[in-house]
């Protein structure tokens, strides 16, 4: 451990990193380029059609767009940097060395896409004039441009950590920003964008705007769009499959927690529903059911949490493929944490060997340097909370399971560390393990206790 660790005991480090990115995701890819989109296509088909309401409708998007992209989206942008380097600080310190100037330039193109949305906002009346509308519209282009270069370089660093191609041997910073994953990426970041924003404008429009002519406009807006998006995704999730490593594809469907009939089930209705959605959007939009919009929404939000969750789960056992294991642990280092322990480079463990005296103290502390990345001792996510998994297990089972555990389930790292170390980890985890599920056992019976009394007082 080179940094120290934090620990979110039931709640578990990696929901909060993913709860964190996912609202993220939605406000930075539905709301700054996917919302933006619709809003400056909205006004330029109001200066086209001289229509003020679409006008108007316009401009109270982009004073929504302001509000959202500068508080909610600011803050858990700076969430996502807060929570991966206190969770993750390898994986994070090893991304900043690499991108370093890349996060440069996307810092200085957010605040110029910031600046452009102020400036955007606040001269639409400055521009109401005929002649100067084209000005005001090529203003929102441009900041349209600018939401899109911000996703384009966050996603050469996001893609390069399943996909990392030739910078494992080169350690170019090129390599690894333009790596097999990247154009794929984008593309499906991009389309993806524009239908999140269709299926969360539509809601809204649908339950708040009550003129049928205007809705109908705004629809049929959005099913120009919509038509564009489900082609593109389609063909770059297919494109992006094809690029991942097989040992990352074969996991796709294993980390969403489905069986491979629920997976398909569940994705083709999603698709059907949005796509129903929109044939209606474009034929019928005056009948477009305020149900059915709820319910594109929920799709188009589980589709881009499930492709956040699918993206950070086929990288397992690594986090940065070929290079650091989950846990932050360096490929390279793993023979030599074998033979000199994995306490003894650790700067931050309060244990550095093991004795037979702090068997427990040092189990805990391999137990920090190796499990804690994934793992919980207790917690509402059954397959990551220690004392649900070994439940029953006799410490010798727990030790002879570990130096095995990566073959039987690919997405654990291997254990690293010496046979000492192992024996403080299988110790540790056996007694935590029954002390958890000693306190629940004596919790339902005092709750028994209490029930019983309560039904029959003395």
């Known amino acids: ?247 990352a594809y074969d996991l796709v469907v294993y980390s969403t927690g489905m069986s491979e009939k629920m997976f398909d089930v569940i994705n083709l209705t999603g698709l059907g529903v949005i796509l129903l959605f929109i044939f209606w959007a474009a034929i019928k939009p005056k009948t477009m059911p305020l149900i059915l919009s709820f319910i594109v929404l929920g799709a188009s939000m589980g589709f881009i949490a499930e492709f956040e969750f699918v993206r950070e789960s086929v990288r397992k056992p690594f986090i940065i493929y070929d290079y650091m294991y989950a846990n932050g642990v360096l490929a390279k280092d793993a023979e030599k944490l074998n033979k000199e322990g994995v306490l003894t480079h650790s700067t931050f463990a309060e244990t550095t060997s093991v004795t037979p005296d702090n068997m427990y103290e040092a189990g805990r502390e391999v137990y920090k340097s190796q499990c804690l990345t994934c793992h919980t001792v207790d917690g509402w996510r059954s397959k990551r909370a220690l004392s649900k998994r070994l439940d029953g297990w006799s410490e010798e089972t727990i030790k002879g399971f570990i130096p095995t555990m990566h073959h039987v389930r690919p997405v654990m790292p291997p254990f690293v560390g010496t046979e000492k170390e192992l024996e403080a980890l299988s110790h540790y985890l056996y007694n935590v393990v029954n002390e958890e599920t000693n306190t629940q056992q004596a919790k339902e019976e005092k709750e028994h206790d209490v029930r019983a009394s309560a039904a029959h007082p003395q």
């Open 1 to 247: 451990m080179n940094f120290p660790t934090v620990e979110f005991s039931w709640f578990g480090n990696g929901t909060i990193i993913a709860l964190i990115a996912i609202v993220h995701v939605v406000i930075s890819h539905g709301v700054a380029i996917g919302a933006s989109t619709l809003m400056v296509t909205a006004e330029y088909h109001a200066f086209r059609k001289k229509n003020l309401k679409l006008d108007a409708f316009a401009r109270n998007m982009a004073k929504w767009i302001l509000i959202i992209t500068t508080t909610a989206g600011a803050m858990t942008g700076v969430g996502i940097w807060f929570s991966t380097t206190v969770i993750q600080p390898d994986s994070i310190g090893s991304l900043l060395r690499i991108f370093f100037w890349a996060w440069v330039a996307e810092w200085a193109v957010f605040i110029t896409e910031v600046v452009l949305l102020i400036i955007y906002y606040y001269t639409w009346d400055m521009y109401k004039e005929t002649a100067k509308k084209m000005k005001h519209i090529r203003i929102g282009i441009a900041l349209c441009i600018f939401s899109w270069i911000t996703a384009a370089i966050i996603t050469g660093v996001l893609a390069a950590k399943l996909t990392p191609g030739k910078w494992t041997e080169t350690f170019s910073f090129w390599h690894a920003f333009f790596n097999p994953t990247y154009l794929p990426s984008l593309g499906f970041r991009t389309f993806l964008a524009l239908l999140l924003a269709i299926s969360l404008v539509s809601f809204f429009v649908k339950w708040l705007i009550k003129d049928n002519k205007l809705k109908e406009e705004i629809f049929r807006i959005f099913s120009i769009w919509a038509a564009i998006s489900i082609p593109g995704i389609l063909t770059t999730a297919i494109w992006y499959l094809q690029s991942i490593p097989q040992e």
